[in-house]
């Protein structure tokens, strides 16, 4: 009996480390499951967006946080959006986000388009069940997973409160990059600068992401790339789905 309560600890601790991302495996509207995924082992760092120079202000001057968009020239998000297909207002967020973290940990070297691929495969950009990114960086409706109670996914007791999913019994994935609230409570960042970390507001999100996937470290190699999209969803078919669509956007 002690063997077996053993046994069931240890894959309730191993379900917990997938469940960072929970939108591939419930919301997935581009992932093509089969052989032709596992031949994205790669994904191709695109070059960097085009950033604008920080601006010069004088010692006395209080400066207030800005919204990482604010970093990325907007001739570029015109040209990558019309390009890639890619949602203006959530490109502004990927391409901010990886902005910030090349400055942050540059021995991460995550590229903008690992970011855009699992905004699209977790929430279509924001966009999921027919829901609008509006300009102030949330969906018209809030994306909220199913409940974690144990049945088609592990069982999280509310983190939260229901804060953030509503739910005062069990926990759900929220926001364009569906965190669970456990998740968010510890790597949940400000990305728009006004001040709160809103896992439902895609900047502070796509910066959440970018932290997090820079914890496992250097995403030059193949290994080191796997390695952090499996700490988001411990699932080698999300990682192939990822590679896919992030180096889609080369095209």
């Excluded at 400055?103 to 699992?118: D, F, R, V, Y």
Aim: charged share 15%.
């Amino acid at each position: 009996m002690a063997r077996s309560r053993a046994a069931l600890v240890v894959l309730q601790c191993v379900a917990l480390l997938a469940l960072v991302g929970w939108g591939a495996a419930v919301w997935a509207s581009f992932a093509n499951k089969g052989p032709e995924a596992a031949s994205y082992a790669r994904v191709e760092v695109i070059p960097e967006p085009a950033v604008l120079p920080e601006p010069t202000v004088q010692a006395s001057v209080i400066v207030r946080p800005v919204s990482i968009t604010a970093r990325i020239d907007p001739a570029w998000l015109d040209t990558a959006s019309s390009r890639t297909g890619i949602p203006r207002r959530a490109l502004a967020a990927y391409a901010g986000a990886a902005a910030v973290l090349a400055e942050q940990s540059p021995g991460c070297h995550l590229g903008w388009n690992t970011l855009a691929a699992i905004g699209h495969i977790e929430s279509d950009d924001g966009r999921h069940g027919g829901a609008v990114l509006s300009e102030n960086g949330y969906s018209s409706v809030p994306i909220i997973g199913p409940k974690l109670d144990g049945g088609a996914f592990a069982g999280i007791h509310d983190s939260d409160g229901g804060v953030w999913d509503g739910d005062t019994v069990w926990d759900h994935a929220v926001g364009p990059f569906q965190f669970i609230p456990q998740t968010w409570r510890t790597w949940g960042a400000d990305g728009n600068g006004d001040g709160q970390a809103d896992p439902n507001q895609m900047d502070d999100a796509a910066l959440t992401a970018a932290r997090y996937l820079c914890h496992a470290g250097d995403l030059s190699t193949v290994d080191g790339w796997r390695r952090a999209a499996l700490s988001y969803n411990h699932s080698e078919s999300y990682v192939d789905d990822v590679a896919k669509v992030a180096n889609s956007y080369h095209s």
